[in-house]
């Protein structure tokens, strides 16, 4: 059972995860990952994975054959182990409690090739839609408080299997991030009666400096402060809460505003490494003025170091006005 | 002039570093660090460097030439610049301050072989001394908060550089991680009346699960909620605020705990990259109760992916236990 254990000074929690690889050697060995070979994801080998949560797929196809478009399974390695009781426990000064909660996978194309930034925009709709529907499953479920839903893209940004997927981790706890975010949020909302993302998004559009892309409902932007170049946001332009509150077109909006950012860093840093989270509400927050879900996108081009790591704070080498120029500016 | 830009919902602060590489193709080429060839670091090539701080070397020796066994320097590319005013400015919702800070690199030895591991316990020893001297000089200026003195070693750790060397970068705010110990371990005290990093020492040396090595004044220990496999801590057995303290034998002690960890992660890692980082208390905290200065060090044998750069929690595949009994048990 893998186990969440809490830094007593700061108060940051930690999975320690025994199902996966743990001893010296297993770290010594690492790097070697084999390209090409056999692909768990690809079609025909939907038997090399734990069953389907759901998929898409013809209605006369059966679950875990071959003819689906996307498919959300559960992750065969999972950080976190769904079944079982929170188990709260002491010892002595330090807290921790069993490692619960959700680890799915969403292989997002039956292509292996495929990439967000070059899948049909139709498909990349159904994997917001498909994110859409796994959070609004997790949330009944009342153990848990946050579903991270994000992605890992290339061996860099930490991938292991090529084939295009993202992940979703349902947790027992708010994360620490996301709690930061919400208490900021809502400081700031006390202030000024006002969403301080719905300034942001207010700021940027009449300076423009910053912008990379809109459409209707979407804006993509260079934050004020980034931590990595490049670093990328993309926000509704009217107030939400929540990333699962579906309405008409958001996420076919969502999709064309993620693939032309994307299609942009892959021009101009040659098909980069990169991170993408979103962050929305907590499942116990209904919905709410002061908070304002958003996909932060992080492509990985510096490497955290030591200052990083005992700081807190990140140094970037390039000013987000230029970097906002250079994607703005970038043919696709 | 770089600037320090504040994330304005959770207030973190970033530097944006336009000194350094930025445009895109800049990260395009980079990973093709050049082995070999050209040291600026080693003896008879003082020239390349900004002249020296500090430096131990015989008296009758000259400042800048080649007869030292340590040096301090200015970073030739700063992430920081030393001269200047804060200027504190708005900018719309958004907040910053000049770039204005030390940035500095301890060159630890003459050989370019030679690591922290490796190097004669004297030598290390100095390495120590070096940076007790240098927080106690930047200390003086009343611009700065805390001096983050870290090492990366191994290029996957962020080293640009072979030759064994730490840096020291002063800031004019006191770093978002070591504001929250600072609080956290405050918290504590305050409901307690005792030291948490204390009463962590006390129960790590009755349990002994999680303990690497101890000496006369020092503990290496694995903490209970590690963020990675082999985070190792080093601390005072008895209570003390400030790394830049000094007293009978504690740079001696530290330096023989100090490598005794590192051979033991060279033995059982195979010689794996690494970060380090001094956490002490800020520059005008005084002597206290609270706070109690530490090492941590943080072996890169797994990388952050989307998970972690989202929730800011992390998970790590090895039980700390497991890692303190590799690490005790490794012959060294």
């Known amino acids: 059972m893998p186990e969440l254990r809490k830094d007593p000074i700061i108060g940051r929690w930690v999975i320690i995860s025994v199902e996966r690889g743990k001893r010296p050697s297993d770290f010594i060995t690492r790097g070697q ?17 734990p069953n389907e949560i759901i998929s898409f797929r013809p209605s006369d ?17 999972p950080a976190l182990q769904v079944e079982g009781g929170l188990g709260r426990a002491g010892e002595g000064i330090y807290d921790m409690m069993n490692g619960i909660g959700a680890h799915e996978v969403i292989i997002e194309s039956p292509d292996h090739e495929a990439t967000m ?22 949330k009944k479920d009342s153990r848990f408080r946050y579903a991270l839903i994000f992605k890992n893209e290339g061996e860099v940004a930490g991938a292991t299997l090529e084939h295009t997927h993202s992940q979703l981790i349902a947790t027992p706890i708010v994360p620490s991030l996301v709690k930061e975010e919400m208490e900021g949020a809502r ?19 009449e300076t423009g400096a910053r912008v990379v892309w809109e459409n209707r409902n979407f804006i993509a932007l260079e934050p004020y402060a980034p931590r990595v170049p490049f670093e990328t946001w993309i926000m509704p332009k009217q107030h939400e ?9 958001k996420y076919a909006g969502l999709a064309e505003i993620l693939q032309q950012t994307l299609k942009r860093m892959d021009r101009i840093l040659d098909t980069p490494p990169y991170n993408f989270v979103i962050h929305t509400s907590p499942f116990n927050t209904e919905v709410n003025d002061y908070y304002h879900w958003h996909i932060e996108i992080m492509p990985k081009l510096t490497k955290p170091a030591g200052f990083e790591w005992g700081s807190g704070f990140h140094i970037n080498p390039t000013p987000p006005e230029e970097a906002a120029k250079f994607l703005r500016e970038a043919r696709v």
Request: aromatic share 16%.
């Open 33 to 49: 990952r084999r390209k090409g070979g056999f692909c768990p994801f690809c079609p025909g080998n939907e038997y090399t994975t």
């Open 61 to 77: 196809s059966k679950p875990n054959s071959k003819d689906w478009t996307l498919r959300v399974v559960p992750n065969k390695f």
């Open 117 to 138: 930034s070059t899948m049909p925009l139709k498909a990349l709709e159904d994997v917001m839609w498909a994110f859409h529907h796994r959070m609004g499953d997790l």
């Open 187 to 205: 400081r700031y909302f006390d202030y000024k009666e006002r969403c301080i993302f719905c300034d942001i998004v207010h700021q940027e559009l």
């Open 241 to 249: 809460s929540h990333f699962d509150y579906a309405y008409e077109g």
